[in-house]
């Protein structure tokens, strides 16, 4: 056997090594590439003002759910929940709580996503999908409580067309965060 035809082993890691660093320098090169061919697109316009207003509106009005929906519940709280009272159900000791304490959760985690969302947080496009998953699991949860109760036919379409809506809008914006190149130039994503 001819040692000379033999296949060096020393140098076979160190050949791989060299490709590993290079497949990470060409996957960093192409980070850079993409962020400066698009580098016109950094910044809080397009779509993303409109990301921007529909927070506003919908902090807006989680606002005003919570002052005059939710609180005068809470305030009156005795009334829902007593069994002498014309009002009365056993079911508003769990709904009504669990109205006050999700909206006041809405209203605390758009504050947040309107802070990162101002100050160009790396981390907004995930808390933004996840406040949207959760948002819409929150509705279809209010939603399959709030079937338990006589309903008329004009507020159950009122919960279906939310529960649609809000579908609707979290598919819309979670598509848009994930493949938009002004949301990956702007939040670093």
Same mark, same amino acid.
């Not at 005795?78 to 999700?102: E, N, R």
């Given at each position: #056997?001819?040692?000379?035809?033999?296949?060096?082993?020393?140098?076979?890691?160190?050949?791989?090594?060299?490709?590993? +660093? @290079?497949?990470?320098? @060409?996957?960093? +090169?192409?980070?850079?590439?993409?962020?400066?061919?698009?580098?016109?697109?950094?910044?809080?316009?397009? !779509?993303?003002?409109? =990301?921007?207003? +529909?927070?506003?509106?919908?902090?807006?009005?989680?606002? =005003?759910?919570?002052?005059?929906?939710?609180?005068?519940?809470?305030? %009156?709280?005795?009334?829902?929940?007593?069994?002498?009272?014309?009002?009365? @159900?056993?079911? !508003?000791?769990?709904?009504?709580?669990?109205?006050?304490?999700?909206?006041?959760?809405?209203?605390?985690?758009?504050?947040?996503?309107?802070?990162?969302?101002?100050?160009?947080?790396?981390?907004?496009?995930? !808390?933004?999908?996840?406040?949207?998953?959760?948002?819409?699991?929150?509705?279809?949860? @209010?939603?399959?409580?709030?079937?338990?109760?006589?309903?008329?036919?004009?507020?159950?379409?009122?919960?279906? +067309?939310?529960?649609?809506? %809000?579908?609707?809008?979290?598919?819309? !914006?979670?598509?848009? #965060?994930?493949?938009?190149?002004?949301?990956?130039?702007?939040?670093?994503?």
């Amino acid at each position: #056997m001819d040692i000379t035809k033999q296949p060096d082993k020393t140098e076979e890691p160190a050949s791989q090594l060299e490709e590993q +660093s @290079d497949s990470q320098t @060409d996957s960093q +090169s192409e980070e850079k590439d993409f962020y400066y061919k698009h580098l016109h697109l950094k910044g809080l316009g397009g !779509w993303l003002i409109i =990301v921007h207003i +529909s927070m506003w509106l919908f902090l807006l009005n989680a606002c =005003v759910n919570v002052v005059f929906v939710t609180l005068p519940k809470i305030l %009156q709280f005795s009334k829902y929940t007593d069994p002498a009272s014309s009002m009365y @159900d056993v079911k !508003w000791s769990f709904l009504i709580p669990l109205q006050f304490i999700g909206n006041l959760l809405i209203v605390l985690t758009l504050l947040i996503l309107l802070f990162k969302f101002v100050s160009r947080s790396s981390t907004f496009p995930k !808390w933004f999908i996840s406040f949207n998953i959760g948002l819409t699991a929150f509705y279809i949860l @209010d939603f399959a409580i709030n079937l338990f109760f006589p309903m008329n036919d004009e507020n159950l379409f009122i919960y279906i +067309s939310a529960v649609m809506r %809000q579908g609707l809008l979290c598919l819309l !914006w979670i598509g848009y #965060m994930l493949r938009s190149k002004r949301v990956k130039v702007t939040f670093r994503w």
